[in-house]
């Protein structure tokens, strides 16, 4: 057979199984629309129906992972899986996430690598307003960035959820790699002014010195609003991420800037919802506790006993009284466990206070 020949016969394979594939997507949406209405029939009086199921989401993806053969890697293959259910879900119910804006920043690419495509997403001004979107019920859920891997805690997010009663449903993590952007009439060889959000500022402070110890740094809003401003101005750059450059038509003269090569960004989803265990979850609390001797250790003890493995501790000045203490507390496992809920009880009888702020599946992606 002649290479055009082949081409064509493989052509035509890929034809018939591209037709197979939507047939079978389509069978699947229509078994979501199904299950739409089943939810919807369940429903006792007043009760609103739960269509968005982190749990059942995250099994999915777990499952296609460990089936999956190749050629394709695991991601892909749990990427692509991700926007079909993106878009089952969205036959359902259209999803609303607040997120933290404007377009193009790093935590509207986190909420659409957690929920897909299909979701609207609404761009907010500031952390807080997420939190309010949501507690208001305006949206269904917010993704904020939470601690990065150079820089530490989003102390405006741990704030946040002092003030707030949501339940985290979800995380994801992303890597975040910053360039140094310019528009089209910036003179390269004049910059005075670097645009960024301070925490990328901060990301790539090393950077900076080593190439730009003199041009002043400003810190604005966002990497994306860094990026807008560069547009119009002849001897300013930005900081910013693939997106916010692609968004404002930025050419990039200097790539992966940041100090640390993995560096990364947390992201919490907040909603209204509790979710049930996995098996493979993690679970956030806030313990606040009166400053005396050994407070610490008394508050880690009943994690040390049960065998729980912390992922991340915090401390942020409480806003009640001088000298007390809030620590944000993330550990393995769900708060339904027999384990966990032992230790959080113990915690309970020491802590001031304790706010459970949710139990959620483990990051897939
Ligand atoms: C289909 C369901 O509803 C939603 C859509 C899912 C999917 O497309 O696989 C999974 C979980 C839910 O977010 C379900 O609850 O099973």
Not at 12 to 39: F, G, M, P, Y
Not at 183 to 203: F, P, W
Not at 324 to 339: A, M
Request: aromatic letters at 6%; one cysteine or more.
């Amino acid at each position: 057979m002649s290479d055009e020949a082949q081409l064509k016969a493989l052509r035509n394979r890929i034809d018939s199984i591209d037709e197979k594939v939507l047939e079978l997507i389509s069978e699947r949406a229509r078994c979501a629309q199904t299950v739409a209405e089943v939810k919807q029939k369940t429903l006792a009086e007043g009760e609103k129906p739960v269509f968005y199921r982190p749990e059942r989401e995250a099994w999915v993806l777990k499952h296609i992972m460990e089936l999956n053969k190749g050629p394709l890697d695991n991601e892909e293959v749990a990427r692509l899986f991700r926007e079909i259910m993106s878009a089952c879900l969205a036959l359902e119910e259209p999803l609303r996430v607040a997120y933290l804006g404007p377009e193009g920043t790093f935590t509207q690419a986190a909420a659409l690598k957690h929920f897909g495509h299909s979701v609207v997403s609404v761009p907010m001004a500031a952390i807080d307003e997420i939190f309010r979107e949501v507690a208001a019920g305006a949206v269904h859920f917010g993704v904020v960035p939470v601690e990065n891997s150079t820089e530490g805690a989003i102390n405006h997010t741990l704030d946040s959820f002092l003030e707030h009663d949501l339940a985290i449903c979800g995380e994801v993590e992303l890597r975040i790699h910053h360039h140094l952007l310019v528009g089209e009439n910036t003179r390269t060889d004049k910059i005075s002014r670097v645009y960024s959000h301070a925490q990328s500022l901060a990301q790539c402070r090393k950077w900076l010195d080593a190439h730009y110890p003199n041009v002043e740094r400003v810190a604005v809003a966002s990497n994306a609003e860094a990026a807008r401003r560069v547009k119009g101005e002849w001897n300013s750059a930005a900081i910013a991420g693939d997106i916010a450059g692609e968004l404002y038509g930025l050419t990039r003269i200097a790539e992966k800037i940041e100090d640390r090569p993995d560096n990364s960004t947390r992201f919490l989803m907040i909603g209204n919802q509790e979710v049930p265990p996995t098996g493979d979850d993690k679970t956030s609390i806030i313990v606040s506790m009166n400053n005396r001797p050994g407070v610490l250790h008394h508050l880690l003890q009943p994690f040390h006993e049960n065998g729980i493995d912390l992922t991340r501790i915090e401390t942020r000045p409480s806003r009640s009284g001088k000298w007390t203490y809030v620590f944000f507390i993330d550990f393995f496992g769900h708060q339904h466990d027999p384990l966990i809920k032992g230790a959080l009880e113990k915690i309970r009888e020491e802590a001031v206070a304790l706010k459970i702020l949710g139990s959620y599946p483990k990051a897939v992606l």
